[in-house]
């Protein structure tokens, strides 16, 4: 199967129905805030939730054409003007983890959209009808572990979407496409299939709040991008990173700027000269993103 038809089909959306979210107590971390407890009450659901830019598991991809016919075009919609990260570690099976996953998943998006983060600025090319992405500072704007229990061992796709709603209420976010919840699922669980969904992330939006299913991309090793630059949690910023791009310039897939495949502007580049870059909360591997300007990808 050629590349083009693996991302044509991963770009197929798939609806599902969405479950509610009992109420909870919660731990949660601010960044830069320190740690505080909350209570929230039962939190809203999502009508629907659905599967796009994923990235695809083992594909490596070879290098698009570097011509103007396959740049992305520009489908009316909005951008993340400015890109707020919410970053939800979900389930008490966090409280026992010893990789150092958490860690290096907080503070890569602590550095991203700081001085020196010319990875991010990439995507500042691409105006929406709002406006052009831009980066003045951190976009972590919140970290938070779910201690209310244990996240399930196969979460569907609406119980993710309605972790992301419960995350988002609880921190009385702006619904918009600037504001981005990551949810992500702890060692040993199945969020949405992974890894027999043959994907290592998506990312979708639910009640008009942009959000990604990040699993814990270790449990699939190489196929994740795992050891891919320096080391074993290579893949949460790799994975995570290339979703984290795509719902700066489509926040609302497809109404922002995609290919005539379909293809988002980290999908083009999916599996291309994974390196590292450096910020100012350390070095993270990552993989470059499509650009108009250059015609290849670039960052």
């Not at 981005?180 to 994907?199: E, L």
């Not at 000269?273 to 070095?283: A, D, E, Q, R, Y």
Request: include cysteine; charge should be negative; charged fraction near 10%.
């Amino acid at each position: 199967m050629t590349v083009r038809r693996d991302r044509q089909r991963a770009r197929r959306l798939l609806r599902l129905p969405v479950l509610g979210v009992a109420a909870a107590a919660l731990v949660l971390t601010g960044a830069g805030t320190g740690i505080a407890s909350a209570h929230t009450p039962a939190t809203a659901t999502a009508p629907t939730a659905g599967r796009y830019g994923v990235y695809p598991m083992g594909i490596r991809s070879t290098p698009p054409s570097t011509l103007a016919a396959n740049d992305l075009v520009f489908h009316g919609g909005e951008v993340a003007i400015h890109p707020h990260i919410y970053l939800v570690f979900w389930g008490t099976q966090w409280q026992s983890d010893t990789t150092g996953a958490h860690d290096y998943i907080k503070h890569f998006y602590e550095g991203l959209g700081q001085t020196g983060d010319n990875w991010s600025r990439v995507t500042s090319q691409y105006h929406g009808s709002n406006g052009s992405p831009a980066f003045s500072g951190t976009v972590l704007t919140v970290s938070w572990t779910d201690l209310s229990g244990p996240a399930p061992a196969n979460a569907t796709s609406g119980q993710i979407a309605a972790e992301a709603q419960k995350a988002f209420k609880l921190f009385n976010g702006t619904a918009g496409p600037s504001s981005d919840v990551i949810v992500v699922s702890p060692h040993g669980t199945h969020p949405d299939g992974f890894p027999n969904g043959g994907f290592c992330a998506w990312h979708s939006e639910t009640n008009h709040i942009p959000y990604t299913n990040m699993p814990y991309v270790s449990d699939a090793g190489s196929s994740c991008a795992a050891n891919s630059v320096s080391g074993p949690l290579d893949g949460f910023s790799v994975v995570s990173g290339h979703e984290y791009l795509e719902a700066v310039t489509d926040p609302y897939p497809d109404s922002g700027w995609v290919d005539s495949t379909g293809a988002e502007n980290a999908d083009k580049c999916v599996g291309i000269n994974l390196h590292s870059i450096k910020l100012p909360t350390g070095s993270f591997a990552v993989q470059p993103t499509w650009s108009n300007q250059t015609h290849a990808c670039a960052g």
